[in-house]
T-cell receptor, first 114, second 114 residues
Framework: EAQVTQNPRYLITVTGKKLTVTCSQN?????MSWYRQDPGLGLRQIYY???????DKGDVPEGYKVSRKEKRNFPLILESPSPNQTSLYFC?????????????FGDGTRLSIL | GDSVTQMEGPVTLSEEAFLTINCTYT??????LFWYVQYPGEGLQLLLK?????DKGSNKGFEATYRKETTSFHLEKGSVQVSDSAVYFC?????????????FGAGTQVVVTP
């Protein structure tokens, strides 16, 4: 089954403790992206990747890191999490960045930073 | 920069009522426009898209027309069902200006009652 898999689905942690949210897709997609969803703000793009070893900042990259060493994986790293990073996070992928290609989304990761 | 504005919710309707969700955008180039739907506890799914002016996207009884003159992409459905209860997001991708970046609206919650 074609899917985007995020782990963990839920995480409660404390300020300053490094964490990684993994994202993996089994569709051989070139494009992958991370978003955070906050009430009243919709989805805001954190980072995106056009292909292996190619990443770029979205609108809210501060406090986050990403890497794209393999096509299928695009982990999101919070080196020193803070409470304002408490949010619902989504990973998405698409076969190529063309206007007629939809993004496939994972089911989300809910992070709570205390 | 590019942005998307959509009407606030929640929108509460009775089954078989007509649904309209307004979406307007600002973009420097020639964006592609999308509507995504999010059911409770799930990631976003593409509902429909339009890639150039005057295109009409349609899917599952939903329609939206890309209106460049009014910079709008309003979502409509003639007769809603309880199963249409979800959060709807308008989004744009301005391929000519910010390759790889996506902008989402804040989302509109729709509640359909029997």
């Amino acid at each position: 089954e074609a899917q985007v898999t995020q782990n963990p689905r839920y995480l409660i942690t404390v300020t300053g403790k490094k964490l990684t949210v993994t994202c993996s897709q089994n569709m051989n997609h070139e494009y992958m992206s991370w978003y955070r969803q906050d009430p009243g703000l919709g989805l805001r793009q954190i980072y995106y990747s056009m292909n292996v070893e190619v990443t770029d900042k979205g609108d809210v990259p501060e406090g986050y890191k990403v890497s794209r060493k393999e096509k299928r994986n695009f982990p999101l790293i919070l080196e020193s999490p803070s409470p304002n990073q408490t949010s619902l996070y989504f990973c998405a992928s698409s076969p190529a960045l063309l206007p007629n290609q939809p993004q496939h989304f994972g089911d989300g990761t809910r992070l709570s930073i205390l | 920069g590019d942005s998307v504005t959509q009407m606030e919710g929640p929108v509460t309707l009775s089954e078989e009522a007509f649904l309209t969700i307004n979406c307007t955008y600002t973009a420097t180039g020639y964006p592609s426009l999308f509507w995504y739907v999010q059911y409770p506890g799930e990631g976003l799914q593409l509902l429909l898209k339009a890639t150039k002016a005057d295109d009409k996207g349609s899917n599952k009884g939903f329609e939206a027309t890309y209106r460049k003159e009014t910079t709008s992409f309003h979502l409509e459905k003639g007769s809603v069902q309880v199963s249409d209860s979800a959060v709807y997001f308008c989004a744009l991708s301005d391929q000519t200006d910010s390759w790889g970046k996506f902008q989402f609206g804040a989302g509109t919650q729709v509640v359909v009652t029997p």
